[in-house]
């Protein structure tokens, strides 16, 4: 049996994380530990002077940037979880302290293009003038003064703009859910249509103009099941395609910030696949995939295109970042992000796919205790939030964690997932309750035909969406598993949809065509009016500043439960809001849960520590 990895070594602060290239590709931002927090640290590449440079003492800070002309380090930083993000600079060499570059209270800011080849000034969006709506600011990152560049007229959703930093194309989605991609010849001409898609085709997603602002790439899935790469002459409108994969959508692409040209694009099928584009990068993606082990993204290059930081991901080891020379065509690791895993045996994660009941075929990702073959073990059903996402092969600390503990963990892409091309995502629509669920149910029947699972020992646990799965299958299918565990999971979707942030508004379209906007129809597919069917145990878990899944979701749950005489242990953390940030509240949970599956399904557990107890957080 494999030694028992500490929950502090898999949830605690990592060593390193999120590192971040500075223009002139001589030095990277990163985030690490600093007098009990994640701070904002810089660091010369090859070189040992790594120095802190921002820290928040009440909130870990989670994101690096550099200023597009190298001489500041930028973060966003929200407070208490309420996700009113903030634009901030700190000087790269600790000397100063930071400075909030856009205190407007209650509005939230958002990077929409950092470009090296303009240094003087970067595009942010912010809802300062309405909350519904995010308009377009030029702001200097030196000074913080911010101009107000492009007034959304009051239905696009997100912006695009040219190589010049000129916002040139807006995605506007109708209340029917089908959707307008709209453009403009410069800042000041007004826009037009350039293509309009139906519902079953969701969002175009603008990704780049051509160096010359002719041509506009997006990555769309009309007349075609899977999303492809495409080109439209904004002339004419005509439109070519660039890249495409018949099954699995195009999921990133990468341009040159010195050229402004594709570079490559990246399918996820089992894994990630890079496909270049331009073949003076092919011999790029061969080096790389001939160093860097397991997966790897490109997160960001110099202004000259000529040093990449890539991040790599294996499934039983701990992420890794890496500086890549294109002229020498050499990786050099830069860091592990938790080399203390290293002393342990990890699981490997292996793809797997079944037929569910109607004969979709479902993806997923199997991680079972290493070193034995899986038979009959206890299990959890492991289920994404969005739920328009998906999981991906690689390194996960609760994947690995629950393997650790005895338990065969999956991972389903269910139905509604994206990822897998249009027609798998809209058989979601309207099915929360109903096909999307059955495709957990039918996941449970797989690991136990298969004889992974024992069938009377298998809990289902997810965050935000999936929380409500967990709730929904208590509620719906209130056999099928030994226990439940839901973090910040909606109850009822008639009232998750009236209490949305006002910023999601403009996306109104999406939810009520995937979720149903009819309040009978939203009602039965409520776990909340299902309450008293439940009867497997269910932990919960909420951040009181949700602004998503608000703390009531939670609320009316437990207060139905109760009135019932079910058993439901509730669990709020007054300073996190979707999802637990601080370390401190992910232990004190994630203690609560090794030991409610503990008692639930016998697998093996780690005592809590000191400062593990839930009792002072239990609602």
């Not at 003492?57 to 380090?73: C, H, K, Q």
């Not at 200097?140 to 959703?157: K, Y």
């Not at 508004?505 to 979720?515: A, D, I, L, Q, Y």
């Not at 951040?543 to 139905?560: F, H, L, T, W, Y």
């Amino acid at each position: 049996m494999t030694e028992l990895i500490p929950r502090d070594v898999l949830f605690g602060y990592p060593e390193k994380a999120a590192p971040a290239l500075s223009p002139d590709g001589t030095r990277i931002a990163y985030l690490a530990p600093h007098a009990g927090t994640l701070a904002l640290w810089t660091r010369t590449v090859g070189n040992t002077d790594d120095r802190v440079v921002a820290s928040d003492p009440a909130r870990p800070i989670r994101t690096a940037y550099w200023s597009p002309d190298g001489a500041r380090v930028l973060y966003l930083q929200d407070a208490a979880g309420d996700e009113n993000f903030h634009l901030f600079s700190a000087d790269p060499d600790g000397s100063s302290e930071p400075v909030d570059l856009t205190p407007y209270p209650d509005a939230r800011v958002q990077l929409q293009a950092n470009d090296p080849q303009h240094p003087d000034r970067l595009l942010i969006t912010m809802n300062l003038r309405d909350a519904r709506l995010f308009d377009v600011y030029c702001l200097d990152p030196r000074s913080g003064e911010a101009v107000l560049d492009t007034v959304n007229p009051g239905d696009i959703a997100g912006f695009a703009e040219d190589a010049d930093l000129v916002v040139r194309a807006g995605v506007v989605q109708h209340p029917d859910a089908s959707a307008e991609l709209r453009v403009r010849d410069s800042g000041d001409a007004p826009w037009r249509t350039l293509a309009r898609y139906d519902a079953d085709d969701g969002l175009p997603e603008p990704v780049a103009f051509s160096p010359d602002g002719a041509t506009l790439y997006v990555v769309t899935s009309v007349d075609a099941n899977a999303a492809r790469l495409v080109g439209y002459d904004l002339a004419g409108g005509a439109r070519s395609e660039v890249m495409a994969d018949p099954e699995y959508d195009v999921q990133h692409v990468l341009v040159s910030p010195r050229s402004k040209r594709l570079v490559a694009t990246a399918v996820v099928r089992e894994r990630i696949e890079w496909l270049p584009l331009d073949p003076a990068y092919e011999a790029d993606f061969a080096a790389l995939r001939s160093q860097v082990p397991g997966d790897f993204t490109i997160t960001s290059v110099d202004r000259d295109d000529r040093t990449w930081l890539v991040v790599s991901v294996v499934d039983a080891g701990s992420p890794s970042a890496w500086s890549y020379d294109r002229s020498a065509r050499r990786a050099s690791k830069l860091f592990a992000t938790r080399p203390a895993l290293e002393r342990y045996t990890l699981a490997p994660m292996t793809p797997i796919s079944y037929a569910a009941r109607d004969g979709l075929t479902i993806h997923g990702y199997l991680s079972a205790p290493a070193g034995s073959e899986p038979r009959n073990l206890p299990a959890v059903l492991l289920v994404h939030g969005g739920p328009w996402a998906r999981d991906l092969w690689g390194y996960n600390p609760y994947a690995q964690w629950l393997a650790n503990r005895g338990y065969a963990v999956l991972q389903p892409n269910f139905r509604g997932s994206t990822g897998y091309g249009k027609a798998h995502l809209n058989a979601g629509d309207r099915q929360w309750a109903g096909a999307m669920h059955h495709d957990l149910l039918d996941a449970k029947a797989w690991l136990v035909a298969q004889g992974i699972a024992d069938a009377a020992r298998v809990a289902i646990m997810g965050g935000s969406y999936g929380g409500y799965a967990v709730l929904a299958a208590l509620a719906f299918a209130p056999d099928a598993f030994a226990c439940g565990i839901d973090t910040v999971g909606p109850s009822n979707l008639n009232t998750l949809l009236a209490s949305i942030p006002p910023y999601w508004e403009v996306m109104r379209g999406t939810f009520t065509r995937r979720m149903g906007e009819d309040e009978a129809f939203l009602t039965a597919q409520s776990p909340l009016f299902r309450a008293d069917a439940i009867r497997a145990p269910l932990l919960i878990g909420q951040g009181a500043n949700d602004p998503r899944v608000k703390i009531a979701e939670s609320d009316q749950i437990v207060a139905a439960m109760r009135r019932n005489g079910q058993p439901v242990t509730y669990v709020v953390f007054d300073d996190e809001g979707h999802g637990f940030a601080r370390p401190e509240n992910n232990q004190r949970f994630n203690a609560a849960v090794e030991a409610f599956l503990h008692d639930h399904l016998g697998g093996r557990f780690e005592p809590p520590g000191a400062g593990d107890s839930i009792e002072a957080y239990l609602r």
